[in-house]
């Protein structure tokens, strides 16, 4: 079990180069970043698993998850959007199950933990609405730092909002601008977009809507 073990860490070291379709992971690898889900269950953002197309930058599709141990196996839920969804639990945590990913095959899916709302957009969005979300959006940046992160986490100017590539050409302001959207399926909408009252029109629910930090 010792040398299952060092192989996941392993994996999970050089994951971001890897190019294979199989990945393991031991449980408490994962818990770690995501228990920050569990401290404020009311909030409208989370830190959500997934695996990101190399190429294409978009969500990997997911072909089986799973978590075993011995004789125990859990199989876990993919979401639309391509997020694995792990269950948080401080017994499994004391178990330390291996956790495996099947990708699509022949492809390069590099494993990222993102900063991402619960619920996609849709409709009108003003800029209460969007500043809360950054708000919180920083806090688990902060939270996921460690004690003194908060001093240097950058400010959230906006978010980046992603569709499935080809169904929105650009996201319509009420003030006659646009924001376009890009090949890969993504565009940024700044809260200085929506300033003075303006609102967006999207038209289509996001895909993920995650942090935007300005370069």
């Not at 141990?69 to 639309?80: A, D, M, P, Q, T």
């Not at 699509?104 to 990222?112: F, L, N, Q, V």
């Not at 992160?149 to 929105?168: K, M, R």
Request: proline share 5%.
């Amino acid at each position: 079990m010792k040398c299952r073990i060092l192989t996941a860490a392993l994996l999970v070291m050089g994951l971001n180069t890897a190019q294979a379709e199989e990945y393991m992971f031991t449980y408490s690898k994962l818990y770690s970043p995501l228990k920050h889900n569990l401290k404020e269950p009311q909030q409208d953002v989370k830190v959500g698993l997934f695996f990101t197309n190399f190429k294409t930058k978009q969500p990997c599709s997911i072909e089986k998850a799973w978590m075993e141990k011995e004789e125990h196996y859990e199989k876990l839920s993919i979401s639309e959007n391509g997020e694995v969804n792990v269950p948080l639990d401080s017994n499994l945590k004391s178990a330390n199950p291996l956790v495996y990913i099947y990708t699509e095959k022949e492809a390069r899916c590099d494993y990222s933990l993102v900063v991402l709302t619960k619920e996609p957009l849709s409709g009108e969005v003003g800029y209460f609405e969007l500043e809360s979300k950054t708000l919180q959006m920083k806090s688990v940046l902060g939270g996921l730092g460690g004690m003194f992160s908060s001093w240097f986490t950058p400010d959230i100017e906006g978010v980046t909002l992603e569709f499935t590539p080809d169904t929105v050409n650009q996201i319509s302001l009420s003030n006659g601008k646009s924001i376009p959207v890009n090949e890969q399926g993504k565009a940024i909408l700044k809260l200085t977009d929506l300033s003075d009252g303006v609102t967006a029109d999207i038209s289509q629910e996001t895909q993920r809507v995650m942090p935007y930090i300005e370069q």
